[in-house]
């Protein structure tokens, strides 16, 4: 379908009539069908910034589609999604400009950090950036959040801490965990067995997965030359397949990179050669819930398309 500007409308809704060959209605406002599979007769209703779309029952040819048939629409929405990593109680000096969704990948804080008000310092910076929707993770640095946790409540009320848990938002399906390997004495450590067995309960098919740690061989090489990342969580994706996999932990990693069908992102913020913060990671993902009814849509169908002769 052609596209629709309306940038006043918070998302975009899509969708089409098919006809069959022949069929009367398709007259203005028709289209065909880029993949040569009929004819779609669409409306476009500007002020909601939108397309309607009537599901119609199977037809003949040179007979009326029904308008009154239940109406479907395809949702196909682009999020703007930033991505940040490893501030290290620097978020202070990082500019991020408006978006949809923020998403910061742990180590907000240090190793030694242990005064509780820091916690609601770092949820009023949350509340002050300008996202619809704020996830996070924690880090190997955020002993204070691991601390927080045991209270058994979010640590925040302006953005969600995510631990093994799938959120949805905009018709994407996101997952986060913040376990990482060999540092015993760090905040959310897990054993070789233990994070087998976490990585091994995230759910394939996702859009959006949020760590802390690199998968082994992806963006994780060290200063040093040492790839640091999880030898587990690489051993998962395959299965996993995320559109997007985002991460830090390793500051000398940062940067993208395209495998297969993800998009690897070490988003680590404070760069340890330099002592600079580097800018965030931006991103656009499209989402596609498929055709859903919607209630209201047969009105402005009716409202736009031809009506059927009696």
Aim: charged residues 20%.
């Amino acid at each position: 379908m052609p596209a629709i500007n309306a940038p006043h409308a918070k998302r975009l809704v899509t969708g089409f009539i098919s006809h069959p060959p022949g069929c009367r209605n398709t007259g203005k406002g028709s289209v065909r069908d880029p993949q040569g599979l009929g004819w779609r007769c669409a409306s476009n209703d500007r002020e909601f910034g939108m397309v309607i779309a009537v599901a119609v029952a199977d037809t003949t040819e040179g007979t009326h589609c029904p308008t009154t048939s239940r109406v479907l629409v395809d949702r196909r929405m682009q999020t703007r999604v930033t991505v940040i990593s490893d501030t290290h109680w620097r978020h202070d000096d990082i500019a991020l400009p408006a978006g949809d969704l923020l998403i910061h990948c742990g180590d907000m804080f240090n190793l030694s950090t242990r005064a509780p008000q820091q916690v609601r310092a770092m949820d009023e910076w949350f509340g002050r950036q300008k996202f619809e929707r704020i996830l996070c993770t924690g880090g190997n640095h955020d002993r204070l959040l691991e601390a927080e946790l045991t209270r058994g409540a979010q640590p925040f009320r302006n953005a969600q801490f995510v631990m093994d848990e799938i959120v949805e938002y905009r018709g994407l399906r996101i997952f986060g965990a913040p376990w990482v390997p060999e540092l015993r004495t760090h905040a959310f450590y897990r054993d070789r067995s233990s994070l087998a067995d976490a990585w091994a309960r995230v759910p394939s098919g996702i859009d959006i997965l949020i760590t802390h740690t690199p998968p082994r061989g992806v963006l994780d090489t060290s200063s040093r030359g040492r790839s640091l990342g999880c030898e587990a969580l690489a051993g998962e994706l395959q299965r996993i397949a995320p559109r997007v996999h985002c991460f830090g932990h390793v500051h000398a990693g940062a940067g993208r990179r395209q495998v297969g069908g993800t998009l690897f992102i070490n988003a680590a913020s404070y760069d340890g050669d330099t002592g600079a913060m580097r800018p965030a990671a931006i991103f656009t993902l499209s989402s596609g819930t498929g055709a859903q009814p919607m209630s209201w849509a047969s009105r402005l169908a009716r409202r736009w398309l031809p009506a059927r002769p009696r």
